[in-house]
Nanobody, 114 residues
């Protein structure tokens, strides 16, 4: 059974940075179009950005230029580098497939506050 484990969240001041990791126990991870999602309190889960098997990325307009998604297919791992964080980035962050989705992991909490 596929397992997705997110880590790296925490409390950070506005303007700070965090790097989230996603470890996926899925065969042929490199063949999947993957994505990062987030869900803020009282809001629906939204797509933050995605990365194709070859590494092409797309981002939510509000995070463009601040967030970067990368992956290492050999390590079954994906990352979300977040810079210039804002309070509105506060949410639980999840990784999952962009087209083929798996059971959702626990997510990792990111709190941006002074």
């Amino acid at each position: 059974q596929v397992q997705l484990v997110e880590s790296g969240g925490g409390l950070v001041q506005p303007g700070g940075s965090l790097r989230l990791s996603c470890a996926a126990s899925v065969g042929f991870f490199g063949g999947y179009y993957m994505a990062w999602y987030r869900q803020a309190p009282g809001k629906q889960r939204e797509l933050v950005g995605s990365i194709t098997p070859s590494g092409s990325t797309n981002y939510l307009d509000s995070v463009k230029g601040r967030f970067t998604i990368s992956r290492d297919n050999a390590k079954n791992t994906m990352w979300l580098e977040m810079n210039s964080l804002k309070p509105e980035d506060t949410a639980v962050y999840y990784c999952n497939g962009r087209v083929t989705t798996f059971r959702w992991g626990q997510g990792t909490q990111v709190t941006v506050s002074s």
